[in-house]
C-alpha cells in the first residue's frame, strides 16, 4: 500500500496483560521503524528491522517487548506483562534505503494499560 | 549523549504573519535532518529535510535553514495558515534511527 498502516488503533490491557501490536509498511520498502511517543512528547526509538532482519535493537526493553517482521506478514510489536508505564502512542515507520531516507510514519497505536 | 531540542515549547502567531521554529542539536556529527508535522491524533508527516553538506533548503511555503557552527536548526513558514496549527518536531537522523526534540506547538489564530 502507499500508506504505512497500523492496527489496532486503540487497544487497553489491564496491568500484567499482554499486548500486541501491527504495523504493514508501505510496499517495497525495506526498513520498519517502531517508535513510543508518551505524553504527546518525544519519540523513543525501539528497534528498526531491514526485511525480517532485526537492524538494531538498541531501544527495546528487552525483558517485556519483542518484535518481529516475518515475510508476506504484518510486522508485529509485542509487550508481555504490561506495566503501567508502557501507555503511550505506539508509531510505526518505514523507509525504502538505509540512510538520509524520509520515513514514512503510520497513524499510531494508543495503548493505555490501566 | 545525544540530544535533539527545541527552544520553545509554544508559539502563538497570527493568520499570515510568518513563522519561526527553532531548534538545537547536541552531535556534531549529524548529517540529516528531518522537519515532522503532528496533528493531533495522527502520524508524524514529513515536511522537509536537510543535508549537512546545505545551508538552506526551500519547499513550499516553508524553508530549513542549518547552521552546523552553532548546532542549530530553524524551520521558517510563510504566510502561516489555521491549518499549519500542529506540533512541530526536528530530528536527526543517525544510522537511520531518528532522534526526536521535545516538539512546538504551534497556533495559528485567525
Known amino acids: 500500500g502507499e500508506e504505512v498502516a497500523q492496527t489496532p488503533k486503540h487497544l487497553v490491557r489491564g496491568e500484567g496483560q499482554k499486548a500486541k501490536l501491527y504495523c504493514a509498511p508501505i510496499?517495497?520498502?525495506?526498513?520498519v521503524f517502531w517508535y513510543q511517543q508518551v505524553l504527546k512528547n518525544e519519540f523513543k526509538f525501539l528497534i528498526s528491522f531491514q526485511n525480517e532482519n532485526v537492524f538494531d535493537e538498541t531501544g527495546m526493553p528487552k525483558e517485556r517487548f519483542s518484535a518481529k517482521c516475518l515475510p508476506n506478514s504484518p510486522c508485529s510489536l509485542e509487550i508481555q506483562a504490561t506495566k503501567l508505564e508502557d501507555s503511550a502512542v505506539y508509531f510505526c515507520?518505514?523507509?525504502?534505503?538505509?540512510?538520509?531516507?524520509?520515513?514514512?510514519f503510520g497513524p499510531g497505536t494508543r495503548l493505555t494499560v490501566t | 549523549g545525544e540530544s535533539v531540542g527545541l527552544h520553545l515549547p509554544t508559539l502563538s502567531v497570527q493568520e499570515g504573519d510568518n513563522s519561526i521554529i527553532n531548534c538545537a542539536y547536541s552531535n556534531s556529527a549529524s548529517d540529516y535532518f528531518i522537519w515532522y508535522k503532528q496533528e493531533s491524533g495522527k502520524g508524524p508527516q514529513f515536511i522537509i529535510d536537510i543535508r549537512s553538506n546545505m545551508d538552506k533548503r526551500q519547499g513550499q511555503r516553508v524553508t530549513v535553514l542549518l547552521n552546523k557552527t552553532v548546532k542549530h536548526l530553524s524551520l521558517q513558514i510563510a504566510a502561516t495558515q489555521p491549518g499549519d496549527s500542529a506540533v512541530y518536531f526536528c530530528a536527526e537522523s543517525g544510522f537511520q534511527k531518528l532522534v526526536f526534540g521535545t516538539g512546538t506547538r504551534l497556533l495559528v489564530s485567525p
Open positions: 510496499k517495497g520498502h525495506s526498513y
Open positions: 515507520a518505514s523507509s525504502q534505503a538505509y540512510q538520509e531516507d524520509e520515513q514514512y
